[in-house]
C-alpha cells in the first residue's frame, strides 16, 4: 500500500534559519504529492504540490521538488520565521479520488 | 465563502455510545472525506463520498460509517464507542471534478473524547 515517511520532530530553528523537512514515499503508480500545513488552533491547508515527477512547487517562500528516482519529496525554506511555527504534513494521493496518504507530521518551531 | 464547517467543535462521550458529527463543505463542493487524526498514528483515511456515494474507505472497522445528503453535507457515525476512538475527526472538500490532484479544503475538526 501507500506510505508517507517523516520525522516528527519537533524542529526547533532560529528565525531566520535554513529549513529542511524531508519526505519520501512508497506508492503504486504515478502519485501526486503534497505539502500541508496545520498552523496551531487551524485546519490543515494546502501549502504546495506537485503532479509529476520533477515538478517544483511552491508557496510563501517554501518550496519542494517531486524526486521520483528517490521517491522524495523534501520541503525547504531559505529562511523562516517565527510565523512558520506549525505542523507540516507530506501527503500523496495515488489512483483513488480524494484517497489522501499523509505522513506522521513534523512540528517547526520558530524562535525569535 | 463560507469555509468547511464541522459541528459539534468538542463531545465528550463515554464506552459504548454512538456519536455523530457533521460537516458542512464549502459551497459548490460535492466530493466529502473523512480522517481521524491521534497524536500516535497521524492523520488516517476513513471514508469518501461524492454525490451521495462512497467512492473510497479507509481500513477501518465497520462501527464508523458515513453518508451524504443531497445538499452534499455530510455525517459520519461512531457507534459503540471504544477509548481508543478518541482523536480529532476531519472533515475535507473538494470540488473533485478533476481528480486525486486536486486540492482538499479542511474544516477545524471536531474533538471526541470517550471517557
Same mark, same amino acid.
Given at each position: ?52 515527477? @520533477? @515538478? ?27 510565523? @512558520? ?28 | ?13 463515554? &464506552?459504548?455510545?454512538?456519536?455523530? #458529527? ?10 466529502? +472525506? ?27 472497522? *465497520? &462501527?464508523?460509517? *458515513? ?18 476512538? +478518541? ?16 486540492? #482538499? ?7 471526541? +473524547?470517550?471517557?
Amino acid at each position: 500500500g501507500n506510505s508517507v515517511t517523516q520525522m516528527e520532530g519537533p524542529v526547533t530553528l532560529s528565525e531566520e534559519a535554513f529549513l529542511t523537512i524531508n519526505c519520501t514515499y512508497t506508492a503504486t503508480g504515478y502519485p501526486s504529492l503534497f505539502w500541508y500545513v496545520q498552523y496551531p488552533g487551524e485546519g490543515l491547508q494546502l501549502l504546495l504540490k506537485a503532479t509529476k515527477a @520533477d @515538478d517544483k512547487g511552491s508557496n510563501k517562500g517554501f518550496e519542494a521538488t517531486y524526486r521520483k528516482e528517490t521517491t522524495s519529496f523534501h520541503l525547504e525554506k531559505g529562511s523562516v520565521q517565527v510565523s @512558520d511555527s506549525a505542523v507540516y504534513f507530506c501527503a500523496l494521493t495515488s489512483g483513488g479520488y480524494q484517497k489522501v496518504t499523509f505522513g506522521i507530521g513534523t512540528k517547526l518551531q520558530v524562535i525569535p | 465563502k463560507a469555509g468547511v464547517t464541522q459541528t459539534p467543535r468538542y463531545l465528550i462521550k463515554t &464506552r459504548g455510545q454512538q456519536v455523530t #458529527l457533521s460537516c458542512s463543505p464549502i459551497s459548490g463542493h460535492r466530493s466529502v +472525506s473523512w480522517y481521524q487524526q491521534t497524536p500516535g498514528q497521524g492523520l488516517q483515511f476513513l471514508f469518501e463520498y461524492f454525490s451521495e456515494t462512497q467512492r473510497n474507505k479507509g481500513n477501518f472497522p *465497520g &462501527r464508523f460509517s *458515513g453518508r451524504q445528503f443531497s445538499n452534499s453535507r455530510s455525517e459520519m457515525n461512531v457507534s459503540t464507542l471504544e477509548l481508543g476512538d +478518541s482523536a480529532l475527526y476531519l472533515c475535507a472538500s473538494s470540488l473533485s471534478v478533476g481528480g486525486p490532484t486536486e486540492k #482538499l479544503f479542511f474544516g477545524s475538526g471536531t474533538q471526541l +473524547s470517550v471517557l
